[in-house]
């Protein structure tokens, strides 16, 4: 079965930037849509950003003009690029692929951003 794992995640001034990555194993095919989920505490996880396997994006309204979603079908990865960060910004986030009809998650990294 799939596994995922993030990395990327720390803490930064407001303004600055992080580069968040997310490599999936034991896919014998390109995952049809990978993404990332983010959660603040007593707030629900909500959806940052997602791409299909043929590229086409989709962002959350705060974060649009600010991340950028890519992925190297290659190796089943996929990176969030995080710019002008905000505190609103600061959460948990979770790494996301569906893959045969199946959702996996990876156990996620932190992300702070200071004011």
């Known amino acids: 079965q799939v596994q995922l794992v993030e990395s990327g995640g720390g803490s930064v001034q407001a303004g600055g930037s992080l580069r968040l990555s997310c490599a999936a194993s034991?896919?014998?095919?390109?995952?049809?849509?990978m993404g990332w989920y983010r959660q603040a505490p007593g707030k629900q996880r909500e959806l940052v950003a997602t791409i299909s396997s043929g590229g086409s994006t989709n962002y959350e309204d705060s974060v649009k003009g600010r991340f950028t979603i890519s992925r190297d079908n290659a190796n089943n990865t996929v990176y969030l690029q995080m710019t002008s960060l905000e505190p609103e910004d600061t959460a948990v986030y979770y790494c996301?692929?569906?893959?045969?009809?199946?959702?996996?998650w990876g156990q996620g990294t932190q992300v702070t951003v200071s004011s």
């Open positions: 996301h692929a569906l893959y045969w009809q199946r959702n996996y």
């Open positions: 034991g896919s014998g095919f390109i995952i049809n849509r």
